[in-house]
């Protein structure tokens, strides 16, 4: 059972917030509230939560630009909450780098199943998840000029400049790196990093390659690092070196 980790819930509805709070701490969690971005950003150092309950409609900066804002700087996983169901709120929520969404109204229970889930997601690697012989005792793994730092959970470019990366976006790509030049599908991908069969119509995966082609500059229109197989998935084309401990 969670006793330590922490939760901050960032919400301009102080019901909410103070209800979200009783129930999570009832569930042996400690937890913040902020009632907006300035307040989330003075919450941040002190309170150092282990994941963000973050409210997409909220006054000042909504929840979109401030998970923006903060993947440049943390891997914090984010849960967003939006009162909104439409796909594109949350396709744009996993754009920004959010690492799960969760539609208002919800059940307190409902969000407490996400938010533990993230956490085991956040915390080590799935269990169903073989990793190649060699990255076994890795520090770093090595790939097309980048390394992925899996101490510290983030990119280093070329030039070695660090490049955060969300939770979902670290998990993704490490199981891309244990699995160089095999074809991985959609569900294979989903299953191996959210220990769940893809929806046929859920798009996350796609959109998380998107992301990570960004960020490792790859051209989407002719990617050379992670290529689509046409009616196949997705295929890490590079060869990979690891760095043991």
């Not at 997601?121 to 990793?131: D, F, G, H, I, T």
């Not at 899996?150 to 244990?178: K, Y």
């Amino acid at each position: 059972m969670e006793t330590t980790s922490t939760i901050l819930i960032v919400d301009d509805d102080r019901d909410i917030r103070s209800l979200l709070a009783d129930y999570l701490e009832i569930n042996g969690f400690r937890t913040f509230g902020a009632e907006s971005g300035a307040a989330m950003w003075k919450l941040l150092d002190d309170a150092r939560p282990d994941l963000l309950v973050l409210d997409l409609n909220l006054p000042g900066d909504d929840g979109l630009t401030l998970c923006r804002k903060l993947r440049a700087i943390s891997s914090v996983p984010v849960i967003m909450l939006t009162a909104r169901s439409e796909p594109l709120d949350r396709i744009l929520g996993l754009e920004m780098g959010a690492d799960d969404y969760l539609p208002k109204p919800f059940e307190p229970r409902e969000l407490l199943a996400r938010i533990r889930s993230v956490l085991r997601r956040s915390q080590a690697m799935p269990s169903n998840l073989s990793s190649a012989p060699s990255a076994e005792n890795a520090q770093e793994i090595r790939f097309a000029g980048w390394r992925l730092d899996l101490t510290a959970r983030h990119l280093i470019n070329p030039d070695g400049t660090a490049i955060m990366l969300s939770g979902a976006e670290f998990r993704l790509l490490r199981v891309f790196l244990d699995h160089p030049n095999r074809i991985l599908n959609r569900d294979q991908l989903m299953n191996m990093t959210q220990q769940r069969d893809a929806d046929p119509f859920d798009r996350s995966i796609d959109i998380q390659i998107s992301r990570l082609r960004q960020k490792l500059g790859d051209d989407a229109r002719s990617p050379q690092i992670i290529k689509t197989v046409r009616n196949g998935g997705y295929v890490l084309a590079v060869q990979v070196l690891s760095e043991p401990v």
